[in-house]
């Protein structure tokens, strides 16, 4: 130890050589990401997951989707599909239209492949048919 320079200054000085980083930048706390941003992109997405889900499930046709709500979210949905830009679905609306169709819950809120994938197609199936498809590729599985 030098003359005139006390143990907590030389570790000081060592960190500066050391963990340059930890010292040199200030720690700023991060901004949380803005709500209306992420609901914004929630509905885009279920938007377009709910036209993914007509082509899969209805073979294009919103029509027969439409018949399995009950009025009021038949009447959600109408605006969303055939309404102005700016209406999206909302999660009351989503969440009707995986029970009727029997998809997991927040099936409309996960961003899913290619339309053209098998996989895509099996998570668009209703509860009792994707088990049926599992039953049947375990089966295929065991008798190699």
Not at 90 to 112: M, P, Y
Request: with cysteine; net charge positive; glycine share 4%.
């Amino acid at each position: 130890m030098s003359v005139g320079t006390s143990r907590r200054t030389e570790r000081d000085e060592e960190q500066l050589l050391l963990w340059p980083d930890t010292l040199s930048t200030p720690q700023f706390k991060k901004k949380p990401p803005n709500k209306r941003k992420i609901t914004k992109r929630i509905a885009l997405l279920r938007l377009e997951n709910i036209r993914l889900l007509v082509q899969l499930r209805f073979n294009g046709d919103a029509d027969r989707l439409v018949k399995k709500l009950s009025p009021s979210h038949a009447k959600a949905f109408e605006t969303v599909w055939l309404g102005e830009e700016s209406r999206y679905p909302n999660e009351s609306l989503a969440r009707r239209i995986e029970v009727v169709c029997g998809l997991d819950r927040g099936w409309l809120d996960l961003t899913h492949g290619d339309p053209n994938s098998l996989a895509t197609k099996i998570t668009a199936l209703n509860g009792r048919a994707r088990r049926a498809v599992t039953e049947v590729v375990e089966a295929l599985l065991q008798a190699r």
